[in-house]
């Protein structure tokens, strides 16, 4: 199983982007998937996730802001971040859930 995930970058405040993450060698479709975050001298926490159903489930701080979703075809989730704030500064990983399995990681910065 692989999970290639890609999109982070540096953005100013404010500003948007989007990861994505596509798995290879596993059962896409009926798998629940999630973006997770670790900042710098934390404990990595639980972004947001999707299940094999569509329905999704958000941390408080990215309610509103945050969209996670799933692209059956592509074999892809990805994670829309919009009005970005600095204290979203981490490396993101996506998750296939049900395996455990982890993506490398991608480096999100936001400069204030």
């Known amino acids: 199983v692989q999970l290639q995930a890609s999109g982070g970058g540096l953005v100013q405040a404010g500003g948007s982007l989007r990861l994505s993450c596509k798995a290879i060698g596993i059962n896409f479709s009926i798998s629940d998937w999630g973006w997770y975050r670790q900042a710098p001298g934390k404990q990595r926490e639980l972004v947001a996730n999707i299940a094999s159903s569509g329905s999704t489930n958000y941390a408080d701080s990215v309610k509103g802001r945050f969209t996670i979703s799933r692209d059956n075809a592509r074999r892809t989730v990805s994670l829309q971040m919009d009005s970005l704030k600095p204290e979203d500064t981490a490396v993101y990983y996506c998750?296939?859930?049900?395996?455990?399995?982890w993506g490398q990681g991608t480096q999100v910065t936001v400069s204030s």
């Open positions: 998750k296939a859930i049900q395996r455990g399995v």
